[in-house]
């Protein structure tokens, strides 16, 4: 094929909607011959080997082309609106092209890769699913065992942790957290201050704060005492020594005060 005839064939596709078929040539075909015509000219090559040594789309080649830019949009839209994206909600959002098509021509996990968008319970990459993880385990505000976690219904699964090639003590070592290499009788809670995720052994169930973030909160405590009344403050002392149970503490402080 002469160079001539492929920029006028590349015309007639531009002039037709970027894309040809036999009827759209016909149709928008200027001075050629008929693609019957063309055809024998050119010896019995096939229309579509033709578009493709003239670089030219057939239709459903472009309609592929045209339903990625449409299926990406609609990815990041579902993703937007519910937070995560399976087959089922984008397909319950009746868009077009379905998810079977996206499989068929795309994959599905790849176009959720170019869209930027998190498939439920898959990562895009490592750093996302540790920080997630970081984040559930703060959440749930004490260290489980590898067994428990699996039996706990929050993100990422363990399913997931695996398929990122990472066993459950490296996962949580990423996270900043040291899982337990033996069993315990107490386990370890994250702290409870918001922008903390410190693990710590309690001494007690009661305790939620790391000691670090404990001794700050005391500190805010006593900033403050000056400012409370005399009412609000012995209603306080009455408060701690009534549910105090560490009675060597309650009469350490009171010494000498007590006839």
Request: glycine share 6%; with cysteine.
């Amino acid at each position: 094929m002469d160079l001539e005839l492929i920029k006028k064939i590349q015309n007639i596709a531009n002039n037709s909607g970027g894309y040809l078929t036999i009827d759209l040539f016909n149709e928008n075909r200027g001075d050629l011959p008929t693609w019957k015509t063309l055809k024998a000219k050119l010896r019995g090559i096939g229309f579509e080997e033709v578009l493709k040594n003239c670089d030219v789309l057939t239709q459903e080649e472009f309609g592929i082309k045209e339903n990625r830019i449409k299926a990406i949009s609609n990815m990041k839209l579902v993703n937007l609106e519910f937070g995560e994206l399976t087959k089922t909600l984008y397909d319950s959002q009746k868009l077009v092209p379905n998810s079977s098509y996206i499989t068929k021509n795309y994959g599905w996990e790849d176009l959720a890769k170019a869209s930027n968008v998190r498939l439920a319970n898959t990562y895009l990459t490592e750093e996302e699913l540790i920080k997630q993880l970081k984040e559930s385990i703060k959440d749930l505000g004490y260290i489980p065992t590898n067994d428990e976690y699996r039996g706990l219904n929050i993100k990422p699964t363990r399913s997931s942790i695996e398929s990122m090639s990472l066993s459950w003590t490296q996962a949580m070592r990423k996270a900043g957290y040291k899982p337990y290499g033996q069993a315990v009788k107490i386990k370890d809670k994250i702290c409870a201050e918001h922008n903390c995720y410190r693990q710590f052994t309690p001494h007690d169930e009661s305790e939620i704060y790391c000691d670090s973030c404990y001794k700050a909160l005391r500190q805010r405590i006593i900033n403050q005492l000056k400012n409370i009344d005399k009412n609000s403050l012995e209603n306080i002392c009455q408060r701690l020594i009534l549910t105090s149970s560490n009675q060597k503490s309650i009469l350490n402080i009171f010494n000498g005060r007590i006839n």
